[in-house]
């Protein structure tokens, strides 16, 4: 929101003297009660003059880094005299309070917003005046918690969603700003494709990510605050506002007579390497984006140091499905490429509105919005990609129901129509890497976000950010946080700039205080270098993470614990005919080294004609997956992680023949595997996924070591 | 207890014509044991309550002038009725403050006690102001000769009191502060030098680097009262003890009025600003002593004389 000061509060405060009021209503939606701390001269309706007696300072922070909000307490203090009798007869806790700050002199009308919020807890004293704790909206989202699951949404979206779940109004006269949430809006144009999600199949032995346990909304909504790198404040008019970073944005004003400019140390926050680790697995998160800027690691080693690494790490958990397989060859100068997924939750520019052709445009990727795919082929580690997608084809989706455990209800929900297999128009060899050929199996991990997260850190933070913290007069309240100053000031001193003037660069305002009632009365202020360096930061890139290890297998039911193991049927997980086009897939149980998956019902699938249908599914997450050919085409080839379910072939109008033959009976495929290292450049996805415990997460590996 | 009348002495009498100071002690600041507005210009504690929800008729005898009583409904006749308990209160001037009497035209505002809650065993009225003409604006009235027959008169245990209000058209009528007093006689000027308009004015100066200054005001224009006396008569001690006691012990406003005879409505409503009041006589002869006074005018400044 903004704040909009009009011409008679200008003019008021823009007076050597000022006569500053707060002017407080309470109301149970009935009855309004006001008091000002002060004459005024104009007031719509009347109030008790000086009842109340001081608000605390509306204090708003935002660190440039996690992008978390902190607010400072909020109270108003009564005249007891004027509240007692009030307070006896009225329950004034949960009421609204709204507290609007203009001038003796001008109209009700002129006043800005200074604070909006609820009556929680009134704290009467001995000296004739009752304090009363105030919670804004913030506050309330604090003390809120929440469950629930999400499936390929915008951050915004989400947050929203969020919102509804803890109760914060919405509308006109609620508490949060819902146009900044819309990620239609022309300022989100660049991401408005983003899609995360939150959430698991009903399998026991699927790691789901879904809110299960009570958890404060205050947390779920500032992970996703800082996934999108900008500010959730609550501004003067008491709504919760979603605000972008922008380096770009124009200057709201220019201050060159800032009182009490301090600046905080200088190069204590450079920050010249970003992990990202998101797509967290049993043990940690299992991926990780890096970008460094290498001129600054460079230029700040110590005497004899190579490089001085200064890295910082941002955790997400809100991408923990964003791995997927190619399902052919990829040549080197091939320009499409058709990517399957076995998972519930899609990846960008698959939004859970479809079918195809369902999507708004914005939430389509486009040549327009950066969409990239880490490309990397178990078979040749050296030869991993990064493609950027600019359009996509959604080809296939799952055509089974999937039920999904919905923690609000606390009942099992059906998802059905999500994305399970698009074809992307992709330009090759990005962000540094170079164009290979990919043969399957390759992983295809979507890393838009995590390259739009530590591009946007590494490029401000690679000098470190500068902080400097000033006061001015009231007559620069309608600031806000987020908002870019320029500044003015002789005595600063940084890299590259002796003395600052406006063509030094933009300053984001992080912190926000206004006191009436301090000793001057003042806003205190404190801002962060917004520019960012033009030169684009080294990118590495960091897969699962093991350095050098030992690895045995250690299949269940191996004799000699040397053979290989595998994904297996334990009983049931038979397929017959459903009559007609249908079949039957029925209940049973499958494992896959120490982890079990369980079928309770039977699974009815309807099939096209005139196919043969091959059905394989992951016993991890027990997610189905079904591929259709030509009748007698060479059966396709079962995704990684997958065991072959079962097959049909089907008729014009019945099924012709059911067949299990081919379905892993056993834990071990009988291939002995020796033991030995491997470097990380060697490692293999089969090896991975041979078992699991087979391979020992390394958590201090830093970076890969040439062999 | 009946409320008993006697005329104020000669020497009270003639002092106030003299424009010696007057201490106002407001003697009925927490004393209400019941008030409301009731209908009508003759109305009485038995009749249904007027009063307008959160504007409580003890706020007009709670000390602050910024806090208004008001009945609910608009009428050509008010009554706003008190009872001080059976102890009773002495009074013998009385003031208004914060009112809108002015602007209502109200033609008659008489206040009326009585010996019952129905105002009907011993009614009289002891003061009769017409605010429609007396007032150019809602500014403060006072009236230091309570009467009914010419003599000004000291009230004593008055338990019922009343003040009614009638105008031409229905209104609704607020006010303030109810100022009823019993009053102390100085015998004396204040000694000299002694500055009886001292004003202050406060709030916060921000001063930027530049110079640039800005001035944030709480409030402009507050009264200083800063008197002291030589005085030498046992009477005086004992009424300054009385005005002491009425003000209890220095914790309540009360009124200074300056000029009792030249410019009455001139009067400051006052408290001391100190944390711990003191009534000091130190002597300074066999028969003379000291007597200082300091006392800030009550705010909010809207309310303040010289902002009138």
Redesign the interface.
């Known amino acids: 929101m903004t704040l909009t000061p009009d011409a008679a509060w200008t003019d008021a405060f823009s007076r050597a003297d000022v006569q500053p009021r707060l002017l407080v209503s309470i109301t149970d939606g009935v009855t309004t009660w006001r008091a000002t701390d002060g004459p005024c001269d104009f007031l719509a309706t009347p109030a008790a003059i000086g009842a109340l007696i001081s608000a605390a300072p509306v204090s708003v922070t935002s660190d440039p880094w996690t992008r978390r909000i902190q607010t400072g307490s909020m109270w108003a203090r009564f005249h007891d005299a004027w509240l007692r009798e009030i307070f006896v007869v009225n329950r004034l806790r949960g009421n609204a309070v709204t507290i609007t700050l203009g001038a003796r002199e001008i109209a009700e009308v002129s006043f800005l917003p200074y604070f909006k919020g609820v009556w929680e807890v009134t704290k009467p004293k001995s000296d004739g005046t009752i304090t009363v704790e105030l919670l804004d909206a913030f506050d309330l989202l604090k003390k809120t918690k929440i469950v629930g699951y999400w499936l390929n949404k915008h951050p915004l979206e989400i947050i929203e969603d969020i919102f509804v779940k803890a109760n914060i109004p919405a509308g006109p006269a609620g508490l949060y700003n819902a146009v900044s949430l819309d990620e239609s809006q022309a300022e989100y144009t660049d991401i408005s494709h983003w899609c995360v999600s939150r959430g698991g199949w009903e399998s026991d032995y699927f790691t789901d990510f879904a809110i299960r346990e009570p958890t404060p909304a205050f947390d779920l909504v500032g992970e996703l605050v800082k996934m999108l790198n900008g500010s959730l404040v609550t501004n003067e008019d008491g709504k919760l506002e979603f605000k972008l970073f922008d380096p770009t944005a124009t200057a709201v004003a220019h201050w060159d007579d800032l009182e009490n400019l301090e600046q905080e140390e200088l190069d204590a926050n450079v920050v010249n390497r970003v992990n990202v680790n998101f797509r967290r697995g049993s043990t940690g998160y299992s991926r990780m984006w890096q970008e460094e800027d290498t001129d600054s690691q460079t230029a700040y080693a110590y005497p004899g140091e190579e490089k001085r690494i200064l890295d910082r790490s941002l955790d997400v958990d809100w991408m923990d499905s964003t791995q997927h397989q190619l399902t052919a060859q990829l040549l080197a100068g091939g320009l499409a490429m058709t990517v399957h997924t076995d998972k519930l939750h899609g990846w960008t520019g698959m939004s859970l509105a479809y079918p195809p052709g369902g999507q708004p445009a914005h939430k389509k990727i486009s040549v327009a919005r950066d969409t990239y795919f880490m490309l990397f082929d178990a078979n040749s580690p050296d030869s991993f990609e990064v493609v950027k997608a600019t359009a996509a084809v959604i080809s296939a989706t799952h055509s089974a129901a999937k039920n999904v455990w919905d923690p609000v209800t606390e009942a099992i929900v059906t998802e059905s129509d999500y994305p399970v297999r698009a074809t992307f128009t992709i330009v090759r060899a990005q962000l540094g890497t170079g164009a290979v050929q990919h043969d399957v199996p390759t992983q295809v991990v979507d890393i838009t976000i995590p390259v739009a997260m530590a591009e946007s850190r590494v490029t401000r933070f690679g000098d470190g950010i500068a902080i400097v913290s000033g006061e001015t007069s009231f007559i620069e309240y309608d600031k806000q946080v987020g908002d870019t100053v320029t500044l003015e000031e002789a005595s600063y001193l940084g890299f590259g700039i002796d003395g600052l003037d406006a063509g030094d660069g933009k300053w984001e305002i992080i912190h926000k205080e206004p006191d009436l009632y301090a000793k001057p009365p003042r806003v205190a202020w404190k801002l962060a270098f917004a520019s960012v360096q033009a030169q684009a930061p080294d990118r590495g890139w960091l897969g699962r993470t093991t350095e050098v290890v030992g690895f045995k297998n250690q299949a269940e039911d191996s004799i000699a614990n040397e053979d290989v193991a595998r994904p297996y049927v334990l009983d049931g997980l038979g397929v017959s005919d459903g009559g007609g086009l249908t079949v039957n897939l029925s209940p049973g149980n499958a494992g896959n080294g120490s982890i079990r998956m369980k079928q309770d019902g039977t699974i009815i699938e309807t099939v096209a004609a005139n196919r043969d249908h091959y059905w394989f599914q992951n016993p991890k997450n027990g997610a189905l997956m079904r591929e259709d050919v030509a009748p007698a085409a060479a059966a396709p080839t079962a995704p990684v992680g997958t065991f072959f379910r079962g097959k049909a072939e089907a008729g014009g109008a019945a099924i012709t023949s059911v067949d299990v033959e081919g379905q892993p009976l056993t834990a071990v495929d009988g291939v002995r595997l020796d033991e030995s290292t491997v470097t990380a450049h060697e490692f293999n996805t089969d090896m991975e996924l041979a078992g699991a415990g087979n391979i020992v997460w390394n958590g201090g590996f830093h970076t890969w070591r040439d062999v | 207890m009946a409320y008993s009348a006697a005329d104020l002495s000669a020497e009270e009498i003639a002092l106030a014509a003299a424009d010696k100071p007057i201490l106002g002690a407001l003697v009925a600041i927490g004393k209400a044991a019941d008030a409301q507005w009731s209908a009508g210009n003759n109305g009485d504690l038995a009749d249904a309550d007027n009063t307008e929800?959160?504007f409580?008729a003890?706020?007009a005898v709670?000390?602050?002038p910024?806090?208004?009583t008001k009945p609910g409904a608009a009428a050509v006749g008010h009554t706003l009725c008190y009872d001080f308990g059976a102890a009773g209160i002495d009074i013998d001037a009385v003031a208004y403050l914060n009112h809108n009497f002015k602007t209502l035209a109200i033609t008659a505002l008489k206040l009326e006690i009585a010996d019952d809650n129905l105002f009907a065993v011993n009614l009289i009225t002891i003061s009769d102001l017409d605010p429609s003409a007396l007032l150019a604006t809602d500014t403060r009235l006072i009236d230091l000769t309570l009467e009914t027959a010419g003599t000004a008169r000291r009230y004593s245990t008055v338990r019922y009191l009343r003040v009614t209000t009638t105008s031409a058209g229905a209104v609704i009528p607020q006010l303030g502060e109810l100022l009823l007093m019993r009053r102390r006689q100085m015998r004396y000027k204040p000694d000299v030098p002694f500055d009886s308009t001292s004003l202050m004015s406060g709030?916060?100066?921000?001063?930027?680097?530049?110079r640039?200054?800005?001035?944030?005001?709480?409030?402009a224009d507050q009264f200083l009262l800063r008197a002291s006396w030589v005085l030498d008569q046992a009477a005086d001690k004992a009424s300054i003890t009385g005005w002491w006691t009425d003000t209890g012990s220095g914790r309540r406003p009360w009124v200074w009025i300056y000029d009792p005879d030249t410019t009455p409505a001139a009067f400051h409503l006052v408290a001391d600003p100190d944390a711990n009041p003191q009534l000091l006589f130190p002597t300074r002869g066999p028969f003379q002593f000291n007597f200082t006074l300091g006392a800030d005018e009550q705010?909010?400044?809207?309310y303040f004389l010289a902002q009138e």
């Open positions: 929800a959160g409580g003890k706020r709670d000390g602050f910024a806090y208004v709030g916060g100066v921000f001063i930027t680097p530049k640039v200054t800005t001035r944030y005001e709480d409030f705010g909010p400044d809207s």
